[in-house]
T-cell receptor, first 116, second 116 residues
């Protein structure tokens, strides 16, 4: 079974530029998560989708970050304009239905973003 | 608010010796607890989880974890460490309130170094 796929793996941009990340979850997983992992810290949730609807985006900086999951499968996370403090690893995860139970979240390899 | 703490930034162990990576939690109600491992430039890999029942949970790669409700701890253990176990380990608790989504709340991570 294929795991969670993410691209690109690495991205370097200058501040005020825009960038987009792509995620393809495990087949059949209804729930998709985007986490931000700053160096030296644990991942923090940015946004959670259930199919193509947003369940939790309370920690997403909506003035610069946006995300979509139009057909309930792939997802794109965008940053526009980027700031220096956005330098981090962006992790995508998926789970079967995300109904708040103890199901496991499976993570992709992440996209490492450096903002100069 | 639910939280987890990993009191040690780094743990050093000699190969062949037992290892313990500590985690304490603070939750309302019964917790769903997870351990993940992160190798350099890789995403998070699931090791094990506690849902209910037996306090000793067995997971991947010979790891196990002991749930202790009175001490609010969920320490990760392995009887005999391998050099290849060297990595960053994260403890996490699942947000159990559905209307807040199902995000994982992570500790800050513990760097495990196993020397030959």
């Amino acid at each position: 079974e294929a795991g969670v796929a993410q691209s690109p793996r690495y991205k370097i941009i200058e501040k005020r530029q825009s960038v987009a990340f792509w995620c393809n979850p495990i087949s059949g997983h209804a729930t998709l998560y985007w986490y931000q992992q700053i160096l030296g810290q644990g991942p923090k949730l940015l946004i959670q989708f259930q199919n193509n609807g947003v369940v939790d985006d309370s920690q997403l900086p909506k003035d610069r970050f946006s995300a979509e999951r139009l057909k309930g499968v792939d997802s794109t996370l965008k940053i526009q304009p980027a700031k220096l403090e956005d330098s981090a690893v962006y992790l995508c995860a998926s789970s079967l239905n995300g109904a708040g139970g103890p199901e496991t979240q499976y993570f992709g390899p992440g996209t490492r973003l450096l903002v100069l | 608010a639910q939280s987890v703490a990993q009191p040690e930034d780094q743990v050093n162990v000699a190969e062949g010796n037992p290892l313990t990576v500590k985690c304490t939690y603070s939750v309302s109600g019964n917790p769903y607890l997870f351990w993940y491992v992160q190798y350099p430039n890789r995403g998070l890999q699931f090791l094990l989880k506690y849902i209910t029942g037996d306090n000793l949970v067995k997971g991947s790669y010979g790891f196990e974890a002991e749930f202790n409700k009175s001490q609010t701890s969920f320490h990760l253990k392995k009887p005999s460490a391998l050099v290849s176990d060297s990595a960053l380990y994260f403890c996490a608790v699942r947000d159990i309130f559905y209307n807040q989504g199902g995000k994982l709340i992570f500790g800050q991570g513990t760097e495990l170094s196993v020397k030959p």
